[in-house]
């Protein structure tokens, strides 16, 4: 039986998806709304990229001798998987996509305070995306995702110098993205929104905005250092000729963990909108969970020693990180509370969102307490660089921010589409995923207990049983990414009208039509009334 096209309806025709059909009138655009698609076409190519190495990787690991890859091969593939996923997919992902396309609705803006700043973003993204492509086709990369020196500034032979051009490029869309994020939520908010009327979703990313401004420049130093000693032999990090290798350590981490929370705090940002209108109830305790946002943002400056407990750095110095890295945990700790008191008693919609946001809750919790034992310096000198390291840091960037992009995505597909999706295939995709991503990633956590060490693809034959166990929820989950592809792309022709708020949700993205129209609003709404004003009239979901 052929499925009938539905016909568009007139708030569909007055959207900002007709305001013109040109390719130039999508690559010149300037509405916020646009460039967030692009984005998220553009973000969900690069996580394919990153997916299909890490699928190499695991089908690898299927025998203790390593059958598909040569050593070099493997550490090419694992490098590719994290350079992608970390910088192209994981970063962007949610506050390029739905922090462009919601914080000007959400705050009742005509659009962000420098719209083509906004467009000339994505276009950097796209060209550090390109010099990363091509370091692949040209050989790729074997020194991690990390590029610790003296190893990638002396004796790696991949493509280097054009992956640190591809980073270092995608940075700077990075710190525009954050510069206009911090501009509209100062400068556009509607009559009434005050600081204290604010999403929790705008919170988080004002929070994100900050560590994107100021931590990413240093980055882009610390690669561009790399790249001098590289081509001119500078005395930086190279011991041979007087540099100091752990000065380069110092330098990444004092970005890459603040990295993390970029990654994690746009994610906590959507599950608070998601608990709220599944539960139907407001926020539990929002000034807590706002002010959380800022404390893990200024916190998460003071950790980075904590991967370097085994550098040989003193031990005084390892006592205050691993006591800073336990203080971090507090605020993140408090919004779990608050989003556990928020669904007590509520009266919950497990509709796919929710479901989401629930597998958020568990997953980002359980990794967030193998965090603090990583954070013990007693503990981390036994499982440093091994399997239980790349289990912590996929819990909480797999399990915790793709399960919130993916939540956003079910949660705000209606608003940017104006169709729905099915609900029960989105409530087997969010099963399958929490599934398959368990069985993938809890045997990597025994593994390095005991005594797996990462990126070797040649092991023990007593370690085969668990990473079989891992590679066979690695192709559950797989399934389970492609799934929503199927369904959501299906539902752009095929799927129910949506009406302005099928979630019954509170916020201003919801009193506009369903997609929005270009300029957001007739009228510039006034707010009168506090963040999560519950209940709110639902339409019965199509599903």
């Known amino acids: ?303 980075w020693g904590h991967h370097m407990f085994v550098s040989g750095q003193s031990m005084y110095a390892s006592a205050v990180f691993s006591f800073l890295s336990l203080a971090v945990a507090v605020p993140s700790a408090v919004k779990v509370y608050n989003w556990t008191a928020t669904l007590y008693k509520g009266e919950l919609a497990l509709d796919p969102p929710l479901l989401f946001a629930m597998a958020f809750i568990g997953l980002f919790t359980f990794g967030g307490l193998s965090g603090l034992m990583l954070a013990l310096v007693a503990i981390d000198v036994h499982v440093h660089d091994t399997y239980f390291v790349v289990a912590h840091f996929h819990y909480i960037m797999v399990g915790g921010a793709v399960s919130g992009f993916l939540g956003a995505v079910h949660f705000w597909w209606p608003k940017i589409t104006g169709r729905m999706y099915s609900l029960t295939w989105g409530r087997i995709s969010a099963g399958l995923i929490f599934f398959g991503f368990n069985l993938t990633f809890f045997p990597q956590y025994l593994l390095g207990y005991l005594g797996m060490p990462r990126r070797y693809h040649v092991y023990p034959p007593q370690f085969q049983t668990l990473n079989v166990l891992s590679s066979a929820g690695a192709s559950i989950l797989a399934v389970a990414y492609l799934l929503p592809l199927v369904y959501l792309v299906y539902s752009l022709r095929n799927g129910a009208p949506a009406g302005p708020n099928p979630w019954g949700a509170s916020g201003l993205e919801w009193k506009t039509a369903s997609p929005p129209p270009k300029h957001n609003f007739d009228v510039i709404p006034v707010v009168d009334g506090p963040a999560y004003e519950y209940p709110q009239p639902a339409a019965a979901p199509h599903g």
Not at 123 to 150: E, H, S
Not at 173 to 188: D, E, M
Not at 226 to 246: K, M, N, V
């Open 1 to 303: 039986m052929t499925a009938v096209p539905v016909l568009q309806t007139p708030e569909e025709r007055a959207s900002y998806i007709n305001a013109g059909h040109s390719l130039r009138s999508w690559f010149l655009t300037t509405d916020h709304k646009r460039i967030a698609i692009l984005y998220l076409v553009s973000i969900t190519f690069f996580f394919f990229v990153a997916a299909s190495a890490a699928a190499l990787i695991r089908l690898d690991l299927l025998t203790p001798q390593g059958d598909i890859l040569t050593n070099e091969g493997y550490n090419r593939a694992f490098t590719l998987h994290g350079v992608m996923m970390v910088w192209f997919f994981l970063i962007p992902s949610i506050p390029a996509t739905f922090g462009n396309f919601l914080i000007p609705l959400m705050i009742g803006a005509r659009d962000v305070a420098f719209p083509r700043l906004n467009l000339l973003s994505w276009y950097i993204y796209l060209i550090g995306g390109f010099f990363t492509l091509f370091a692949l086709l040209i050989g790729g990369v074997d020194t991690g995702w990390t590029f610790y020196t003296p190893y990638s500034t002396m004796f790696a032979t991949g493509a280097v110098l054009w992956v640190i051009a591809g980073i270092t490029i995608v940075g700077f869309s990075s710190i525009l993205t954050g510069l206009n994020f911090i501009v509209t939520i100062h400068k556009l908010r509607a009559p009434g929104m005050t600081w204290g009327r604010l999403p929790i979703f705008c919170w988080s990313h004002y929070a994100t905005s900050l560590i994107l401004v100021l931590a990413t420049p240093v980055l882009a130093i610390t690669l561009i250092l790399l790249a001098a000693e590289r081509l001119f032999r500078l005395g930086i990090f190279d011991p041979s000729i007087g540099g100091d290798p752990l000065l380069f350590q110092h330098l990444f981490w004092f970005y890459s963990h603040p990295a993390v929370y970029i990654m994690i705090l746009p994610a906590m940002g959507v599950v608070t909108e998601l608990v709220t209108a599944g539960a139907h109830r407001r926020i539990f305790g929002y000034w807590f969970v706002a002010c959380a946002s800022i404390a893990i943002a200024a916190i998460g400056f003071l950790v």
